[in-house]
């Protein structure tokens, strides 16, 4: 049984950045598509950022240029550098893996057989 755990989480103010970091058994990146997905207080779950199994990235637009999803240092890890935060990034952060390539949608969730607990992001002002 694959087991995902996300750590790096906490309190920030806006402008500041933060690094995520997931810990997976049993998967390596040739094999599996992992990726990135947070939930805002009230808000359905969306897709923050994936990697493949060939390394090709797919980030949410209000991502684009702040967050850098990639390979940790450490082996079977997966990082989430997240610069220039603002509020609305407040939520609890999601790592999510499969074992084949991501969906052709990158973001959807049924594409994801695992999941880790999420850690929280909380972006003040």
Known sequence: QVQLVESGGGSVQAGGSLRLSCA?????YSRDCMGWFRQAPGKEREGVAVIDRDGSTTYADS??????????????????QMN????EAT???YCAADRSWCPAIKFDEKGYDYWGQ???VTVSS
């Open 63 to 80: 991502m684009k240029g702040r967050f850098t999803i990639s390979k940790g240092n450490a082996k079977n890890t997966l990082d989430l």
């Open 118 to 120: 999420g850690t929280q």
């Open 91 to 93: 939520a609890m952060y």
């Open 24 to 28: 997976a058994s049993e998967l390596t």
């Open 84 to 87: 220039s935060l603002k509020r």
